[in-house]
Structure formats: C-alpha cells, structure tokens
C-alpha cells in the first residue's frame, strides 16, 4: 500500500475504525456475509493491522468455500500469500488454494481474469449523464427508505438536474448537494450509504494521491463520475465513490482497469481535497517535467 502523509490529518484512522465497529456490528447479526467480511479485512489493512486483517481474509475464504465458490476464494489467493507470514491456519488454507488453481485450470483470479480479457468497447464511465442518472436513482433510493422527505426529494432532485446543466469539471452527486446545503440529511444519507453498500469508508485525507493512482483514471472521469483510485494493495486497487450503491460501479471498473477493484464509500468535501492534491500534484510534475 502507497504510504500516506507523515502526520495523518486527524479523522481519517478515526473514521476507518468507526466503519469497523459498524460492520463488526452487521457481522454479529450475517456472520457468513462475504461483503462485510471483505471491508473488514480492507479496513484492517488500512489501518495497518496485519494480524486482524489476515483473520478475517482466512474467514472470509473459508466461508466462500464454504458456499461452493471456488472462483470467489481463488481470487484472494495472491493476497492471503502475502498475509499468511508463519501462521499455520492461514499457511494450511493459502496451500490449499495455490493446490485448487493448479489443478483446476478454469478458475482463475481476478487479477489474472481481468488482464487477460479486452477492455469493452463501450466505457460507461465516458457517459456524465450515467452519474446524474445514478444520483437520481439514490436520491429515490434515500425518499423510499424515508431518510428524505417527498419535499426534500423533490428538491435535490431538482438540484441534481440544475447542477447537471452547466456544471463543468464540477462533481454532481447526492452528497455533495446534501453536504453544501448544510443539510440535515446529510449525515443519515450518508450512513444510508455506508449501510446499505457496506462499503469501508475511505481515509482520503490520509492518503497521497501518487503518480499510479492519478493515473489510473483521468481526473476529468474522476470528477464527472464521483470516483477515484487513491490506493493500491500489492496489484489490487482501493477505489472510493460517492455512490456506492451505483449498479455494477465494481465491475465496470475492474473491466476498465483490469484489476480487482475494492470499493470504498467517500465523503463529499475528503473526495474534493483529494482531486485539488491530485490537480497540485500533477501541476507539479508537467513544471518539472
């Protein structure tokens, strides 16, 4: 992983470890819920707690087995390799995994999927009004499970609509309208979010955006879709949205980048800091270059 600034800015380690008492809370009530044992095990590494992070990767394979899905638990292989260290449980099932892929040719891992297939032909993510349509489907999203009133659904959705007109090189999205009224429903929208897509919440603010993750997408996509690359785990990316909860957001990224991608949810204001350091920081290198 990509080191972060020497002194973190206060909040970001805070609120990582906030979402991991919310989702230890969700595992308590689905303890064999593969999504929330994922966003454990990537909250963990990026707290840097090795010895947590590689218990609940170890539980999370063993329940995809568990379940039948060989392909699910392959695709963890390369990073339960680097986890394992001397711990025999983790060393015992990593031997088991390298044993299923040599022997059973079809599964393959993600990382391996993704390089070998082209990229589509049709990139979603060139389309701006793809994220106005799904800003509009969470803002129905956020009315049907009564966070938002009729009243207060109508207007972020006229919002949306009036921001999505002449906004240029400017994030549209749910959040951000919520957040710069200063609204009352921005934080129960938000926590709808983290809820519902039980994504890990993204420490922008501790995290440098270096040269491979700005390159990874270009910044007019990351400000027109409302997501970023700020990470990376050995060849696997962290990518933080604003709206998680956007249909097959994961798996159009990962065909774009040809990587197994780890979904993070963004706050609004940590998204914008992040593309002004990634604007400097690229400002930097073409006046040096």
Not at 109 to 114: G, I, N, V
């Amino acid at each position: 992983m990509t080191p972060g600034p020497a002194s973190p800015p206060s909040g970001g380690k805070d609120e990582t470890r906030d979402a991991v008492v919310a989702f230890e809370e969700i595992l308590a009530d689905f303890p064999n819920d593969t999504a929330t044992l994922d966003a454990l095990c990537q909250s963990y590494l990026l707290l840097g707690e090795q010895e947590k992070a590689r218990r609940y990767l170890v539980r999370l394979i063993r329940v995809m087995l568990d379940q039948g899905d060989e392909e699910g638990a392959a695709s963890n292989a390369e990073l339960l390799a680097s986890l394992a260290g001397d711990d025999p449980e983790a060393g015992a099932l990593r031997d088991r995994l390298r044993l299923a892929v040599e022997t059973m040719p079809e599964i393959e891992t993600s990382h391996d999927r993704h390089l070998s297939e082209p990229a589509p032909a049709a990139d979603p993510f060139d389309r701006r009004d793809a994220m106005i349509e799904a800003e509009t489907e969470l803002a129905a999203r956020l009315k049907a499970a009564g966070v938002l009133s009729e009243e207060e659904h109508a207007a972020l959705v006229r919002d949306l609509d009036e921001l999505a007109g002449h906004a240029s090189g400017r994030t549209v999205s749910a959040l951000h309208v919520l957040h710069d009224r200063a609204s009352a429903k921005f934080e129960p929208a938000f926590a709808f979010i983290l809820r519902e897509s039980r994504c890990p919440l993204a420490p922008l603010d501790s995290v440098e955006p270096d040269e491979p993750t700005r390159a990874a997408l270009p910044l007019e996509t990351v400000a027109a879709q409302g997501l970023c690359v700020f990470d990376h785990i050995e060849d696997e990316w962290l990518a933080a949205a604003l709206n998680p909860l956007r249909d097959g957001l994961r798996e159009s990224l990962e065909s774009r980048l040809r990587r197994r991608v780890h979904l993070f949810a963004a706050r609004p204001d940590a998204f914008d800091r992040w593309i002004e350091r990634a604007q400097a920081a690229l400002a930097a290198t073409d006046a040096t270059s």
